[in-house]
């Protein structure tokens, strides 16, 4: 199949860390994303992963990526409700011209 | 200041009309995008070009249209063909596959069929 799949809901208490996360189906993955999409605006890209990395830290993100069992994972230490968005995972596959986005998972920080 | 413009950020339709779309780049990217998004759908692709004066359809293509006559613009139309066009529209931009094969995103339009 060709679904990216995330779950649609996560709640978190300020402070906690939150861990999205994603399950793609493409071998061929080349780069693996996080994008942002903050109430009634476009999407932003927080990070990315090339397929032949495991982990990738950036500030309060890491992500994580275990390629045998296809799942991705974004983790957000010290959430801040700031932080309250839809997180999508994107991967791009090889021979594709366009990206292959997950349903979005609507993260709510519980002040 | 480089970036995607779309508008209109809210549209309102009545039904049998047909609408259009504005996507406006200036970062003189060659491939653009349109995408539609649905609560808890994600984003599915409907049309997008590679190149000037070239366009495929993506997997929900029916009841839109396209044209690519300028690189900084790609307009969607939304016709009376489209049965369920109340939804959230997504235009990107990518700047080759070379690098990191992000897309960048414009802010999007509410269409809201009344």
């Known amino acids: 199949g060709e679904d990216v799949e995330q779950s649609l809901f996560l709640s978190v208490r300020e402070g906690d860390s939150s861990v999205i996360n994603c399950t793609y189906t493409?071998?061929?993955?080349?780069?693996l994303y996080w994008y942002k999409q903050e109430p009634g605006a476009g999407l932003q890209l927080l990070t990315y992963i090339f397929s032949n990395m495991d982990m990738k830290q950036d500030q309060r993100l890491t992500v994580l990526l275990n390629k045998k069992d296809k799942h991705l994972s974004l983790r957000i230490a010290d959430t801040q409700t700031g932080d309250s968005a839809i997180y999508f995972c994107?991967?791009?596959?090889?021979?594709?011209?366009?990206?292959?986005f997950g349903t979005g998972t609507r993260l709510t920080v519980i002040p | 200041d480089g970036g995607i413009t779309q508008s209109p950020k809210y549209l309102f339709r009545k039904e049998g009309q047909n609408v259009t779309l504005s996507c406006e780049q200036n970062l003189n990217h060659d491939a653009m995008y349109w995408y539609r998004q649905d609560p808890g759908q994600g984003l599915r692709l409907i049309y997008y070009s590679q190149i000037v004066n070239d366009f495929q359809k993506g997997d929900i293509a029916e009841g839109y249209s396209v044209s690519r006559e300028k690189k900084e613009s790609f307009p969607l139309t939304v016709t009376s063909a489209q049965k369920n066009p109340t939804a959230f529209y997504l235009c990107?931009?990518?700047?080759?596959?070379?690098?990191?094969?992000?897309?960048?995103f414009g802010e999007g339009s509410r269409l809201t069929v009344l």
């Open positions: 493409d071998s061929s993955s080349t780069y």
């Open positions: 990107a931009t990518h700047g080759g596959w070379g690098k990191t094969g992000e897309l960048f």
């Open positions: 994107a991967e791009s596959r090889a021979g594709a011209n366009n990206l292959f």
